[in-house]
């Protein structure tokens, strides 16, 4: 069994913390991934301008929520 | 107390909060301090002791099955809702015959990266001898080079940038997020960027021995 109490008195991070730790890391990772990949693959498909930021945005949204998702399990498996 | 042992396993939380694992041996029990430390690997890469243990490589193929498959379970779910004809029912069977057709694909693939990104992580470690965030980077690039290799030498390139950028990106979110949790503890000892195994166990260490 974990114990609670950790070797300078700090107490443990619950899991449902754990996991709102990983879907904030992997967001914030996917977010920076979607907009590197994002901007490339946009360019590719010939955007430009305007639409070039929504396509970057929604990139990074989708790629943002991916990322958090899977990472929140990752971190919800090893509780 | 600060550590607890069970099934020869012992849990602690060191000073960035982050769980510890430490498998222990019979040898820890006799006070031989001879301790396999592995970390959450999600957690702070630069935390990492002896992470060489082959062992990390099963364990970290599973997970990354356990994962991708959860992780496809709920994506796949969606998705064969939404794609499936009008119809609670046919909504129903769609989500489930999507999550069982696409769920274990997803699960095998990650198995694969994590395993095969794992057993190259865990080389470097040994053949470099030092535990640093360009291990996880090379790793990760090699790993995806390796995978595209029958997409030929361009594809393994763009692979290799992907990997290696994206295992960038999660040392940096690491590093960053150990700075942070560390500068939440003003009162505990901090640390330096790599903190040498022997410091940051002693206390529990030091208590431990107590409980011998």
């Known amino acids: ?6 070797p300078y008195g700090q107490t443990q991070p619950s899991c449902f913390d754990r996991v709102k730790m990983g879907f904030m890391m992997g967001f ?4 920076a991934a979607g ?7 946009c360019l590719r498909i010939g955007m430009r301008g ?30 | ?25 019979w040898r820890a029990q006799t006070g031989e301090v001879d ?5 959450n690997e999600y957690s702070t890469p630069n935390v990492k002791f002896h992470s060489s243990s082959p062992w990390r490589i099963v364990d970290d193929c599973g997970g990354a099955f356990t994962m991708g498959a959860i992780g496809g379970g709920i994506f796949q779910a969606v998705k064969g809702f939404r794609n499936a004809p009008a119809g609670m029912s046919h909504r129903m069977r769609g989500s ?40 996880s980077i090379t790793s990760g690039a090699m790993t995806g080079a390796i995978l595209a290799a029958r997409n030929g030498p361009v594809a393994m390139v763009g692979s290799a940038a992907m990997g290696g950028i994206l295992l960038a990106l999660i040392e940096g979110a690491g590093i ?22 022997a410091p940051m166990p002693a206390p529990s260490f030091g208590d431990y021995r107590q409980y011998q």
Not at chain 2, 179 to 196: C, K, L, M, N
């Open chain 1, 50 to 79: 305007r639409e070039l930021m929504g396509g970057v945005g929604k990139t990074m949204m989708q790629s943002g929520g991916t990322f958090g998702t899977f990472m929140a399990i990752g971190m919800g498996i090893r509780c």
């Open chain 1, 28 to 31: 914030a990772v996917g977010m």
């Open chain 2, 96 to 135: 489930m015959t999507a999550i069982k057709t696409r769920a274990p694909q997803l699960g095998g693939s990650f198995a694969v990266w994590g395993g095969l990104f794992s057993m190259i992580d865990c080389g470097l470690v040994k053949v470099r001898g030092k535990e640093d965030p360009w291990n």
């Open chain 1, 35 to 41: 907009a590197m990949f994002g901007t490339f693959s």
């Open chain 1, 1 to 6: 069994m974990p114990v609670a109490v950790g």
């Open chain 2, 176 to 197: 960053l997020l150990t700075r942070f949790a560390s500068s939440q503890f003003p009162t505990g000892p901090q640390f330096a960027e790599e903190p040498a195994p």
């Open chain 2, 35 to 39: 301790l396999l430390f592995r970390h």
């Open chain 2, 1 to 25: 107390m600060p550590l607890a042992l069970s099934g020869g396993v012992m849990y602690w939380y060191d000073l960035n909060g982050l769980f510890t694992v430490s498998r222990n041996s």
